[in-house]
Protein backbone atom coordinates (compact mmCIF):
# COMPACT_ATOMS: atom_id res chain seq x y z
CA UNK A 1 0.00 0.00 0.00
CA UNK A 2 1.01 3.40 -0.59
CA UNK A 3 1.57 5.35 2.50
CA UNK A 4 1.44 8.71 3.68
CA UNK A 5 4.08 9.28 5.38
CA UNK A 6 6.55 12.17 5.90
CA UNK A 7 9.84 12.08 3.93
CA UNK A 8 12.19 12.92 6.67
CA UNK A 9 10.47 11.69 9.67
CA UNK A 10 12.78 9.87 11.93
CA UNK A 11 11.50 5.90 11.96
CA UNK A 12 10.51 6.02 15.11
CA UNK A 13 7.99 8.96 14.38
CA UNK A 14 7.45 6.86 11.21
CA UNK A 15 6.12 3.82 13.63
CA UNK A 16 3.79 6.28 15.23
CA UNK A 17 2.32 7.46 12.32
CA UNK A 18 2.07 4.00 10.02
CA UNK A 19 1.82 1.48 13.26
CA UNK A 20 2.59 -1.80 11.10
CA UNK A 21 2.31 -5.57 12.38
CA UNK A 22 5.20 -7.82 11.44
CA UNK A 23 5.11 -11.60 10.39
CA UNK A 24 8.06 -12.61 9.52
CA UNK A 25 9.20 -10.19 8.22
CA UNK A 26 5.96 -9.43 5.82
CA UNK A 27 4.39 -6.29 6.43
CA UNK A 28 1.00 -7.18 7.92
CA UNK A 29 -2.90 -5.63 8.27
CA UNK A 30 -4.54 -6.33 11.85
CA UNK A 31 -8.54 -6.93 10.58
CA UNK A 32 -11.35 -7.41 13.61
CA UNK A 33 -8.42 -9.88 14.79
CA UNK A 34 -7.20 -11.55 11.79
CA UNK A 35 -3.62 -10.03 9.73
CA UNK A 36 -4.00 -10.14 6.25
CA UNK A 37 -0.76 -9.04 4.72
CA UNK A 38 -0.73 -5.85 1.78
CA UNK A 39 -0.67 -8.21 -1.02
CA UNK A 40 -3.33 -10.45 0.11
CA UNK A 41 -5.64 -6.77 0.72
CA UNK A 42 -4.79 -5.74 -2.52
CA UNK A 43 -5.81 -9.26 -3.78
CA UNK A 44 -9.50 -9.16 -1.90
CA UNK A 45 -9.92 -5.55 -3.26
CA UNK A 46 -8.99 -6.28 -6.96
CA UNK A 47 -10.74 -9.52 -6.81
CA UNK A 48 -14.10 -7.76 -5.46
CA UNK A 49 -14.15 -4.97 -8.16
CA UNK A 50 -13.59 -8.04 -10.80
CA UNK A 51 -16.48 -9.73 -10.24
CA UNK A 52 -18.93 -9.91 -12.83
CA UNK A 53 -22.45 -9.56 -10.87
CA UNK A 54 -21.10 -6.70 -8.64
CA UNK A 55 -23.78 -4.09 -8.57
CA UNK A 56 -23.97 0.00 -8.36
CA UNK A 57 -24.73 0.00 -4.19
CA UNK A 58 -21.73 -2.65 -3.89
CA UNK A 59 -19.05 -0.94 -5.73
CA UNK A 60 -19.94 2.68 -4.02
CA UNK A 61 -19.73 0.56 -0.58
CA UNK A 62 -16.39 -0.76 -1.54
CA UNK A 63 -15.05 2.53 -2.46
CA UNK A 64 -16.44 4.04 0.64
CA UNK A 65 -14.62 1.42 2.27
CA UNK A 66 -11.34 2.04 1.06
CA UNK A 67 -11.99 5.96 1.35
CA UNK A 68 -12.89 5.41 5.03
CA UNK A 69 -8.86 3.79 5.21
CA UNK A 70 -5.48 5.27 6.45
CA UNK A 71 -4.13 4.28 3.02
CA UNK A 72 -4.20 5.15 -0.90
CA UNK A 73 -4.97 2.23 -2.90
CA UNK A 74 -2.35 0.13 -5.39
CA UNK A 75 -2.95 1.39 -8.83
CA UNK A 76 -4.07 -2.69 -9.29
CA UNK A 77 -7.09 -1.60 -6.81
CA UNK A 78 -7.78 1.45 -8.68
CA UNK A 79 -7.53 0.27 -12.59
CA UNK A 80 -10.04 -2.78 -11.21
CA UNK A 81 -12.82 -0.27 -9.80
CA UNK A 82 -12.54 1.81 -13.04
CA UNK A 83 -13.29 -1.65 -14.81
CA UNK A 84 -15.95 -2.18 -12.42
CA UNK A 85 -17.79 1.54 -12.86
CA UNK A 86 -17.56 1.40 -17.03
CA UNK A 87 -19.32 -2.31 -16.66
CA UNK A 88 -21.76 -0.78 -14.67
CA UNK A 89 -21.89 2.36 -17.13
CA UNK A 90 -21.50 4.64 -13.86
CA UNK A 91 -18.78 7.08 -15.66
CA UNK A 92 -19.69 9.56 -13.09
CA UNK A 93 -18.03 7.39 -10.09
CA UNK A 94 -15.23 6.79 -12.00
CA UNK A 95 -14.62 10.65 -11.68
CA UNK A 96 -15.75 10.70 -8.35
CA UNK A 97 -12.83 7.70 -7.27
CA UNK A 98 -10.65 9.48 -8.97
CA UNK A 99 -11.15 12.54 -6.99
CA UNK A 100 -11.14 10.58 -3.72
CA UNK A 101 -7.74 9.00 -4.33
CA UNK A 102 -6.46 12.17 -5.45
CA UNK A 103 -8.20 12.93 -1.88
CA UNK A 104 -6.13 10.30 0.11
CA UNK A 105 -2.46 11.75 -0.91
CA UNK A 106 -2.99 14.03 1.55
CA UNK A 107 -0.12 16.49 1.85
CA UNK A 108 2.18 14.05 -0.85
CA UNK A 109 -0.22 14.81 -3.60
CA UNK A 110 2.31 16.41 -6.02
CA UNK A 111 4.25 13.14 -5.73
CA UNK A 112 1.57 10.76 -5.34
CA UNK A 113 -0.67 11.51 -7.51
CA UNK A 114 1.50 11.62 -10.60
CA UNK A 115 2.51 7.73 -10.06
CA UNK A 116 -0.83 6.80 -9.72
CA UNK A 117 -1.70 8.33 -12.87
CA UNK A 118 1.70 7.18 -14.51
CA UNK A 119 0.36 3.55 -13.51
CA UNK A 120 -3.13 4.17 -14.39
CA UNK A 121 -3.01 5.71 -17.74
CA UNK A 122 -2.86 2.77 -20.03
CA UNK A 123 -6.58 1.68 -18.19
CA UNK A 124 -8.53 5.40 -18.68
CA UNK A 125 -7.00 5.36 -22.32
CA UNK A 126 -8.62 1.89 -22.89
CA UNK A 127 -11.83 2.80 -21.12
CA UNK A 128 -12.16 6.52 -22.46
CA UNK A 129 -11.95 8.12 -18.84
CA UNK A 130 -10.95 11.28 -18.76
CA UNK A 131 -9.22 12.43 -15.05
CA UNK A 132 -10.57 15.29 -13.25
CA UNK A 133 -8.44 17.79 -14.03
CA UNK A 134 -8.78 17.00 -17.84
CA UNK A 135 -12.50 17.47 -17.36
CA UNK A 136 -11.27 20.89 -15.46
CA UNK A 137 -12.83 19.96 -12.16
CA UNK A 138 -9.84 20.39 -10.57
CA UNK A 139 -10.55 24.65 -10.46
CA UNK A 140 -13.77 26.19 -8.93
CA UNK A 141 -16.74 26.20 -11.49
CA UNK A 142 -16.54 29.86 -12.16
CA UNK A 143 -12.92 30.59 -11.75
CA UNK A 144 -11.55 33.49 -13.70
CA UNK A 145 -7.58 34.64 -14.23
CA UNK A 146 -6.38 37.13 -11.94
CA UNK A 147 -7.70 40.52 -13.02
CA UNK A 148 -4.26 42.01 -12.46
CA UNK A 149 -2.64 39.32 -14.87
CA UNK A 150 -5.08 39.59 -17.68
CA UNK A 151 -3.62 42.33 -19.80
Not at 114 to 138: A, H, K, V
Amino acid sequence: MLRIVAGHASSSLRQAIVPRATIAGVQARASHGNTETDEEFDARYEKFFNRPDIDHWEIRKAMNDLAGMDLVPEPKIICAALRACRRLNDYSLTTRFLESVKDKCGSEVDKIYPYILQEIRPTLDELGISTPEELGYDKPELWLEDPENIH
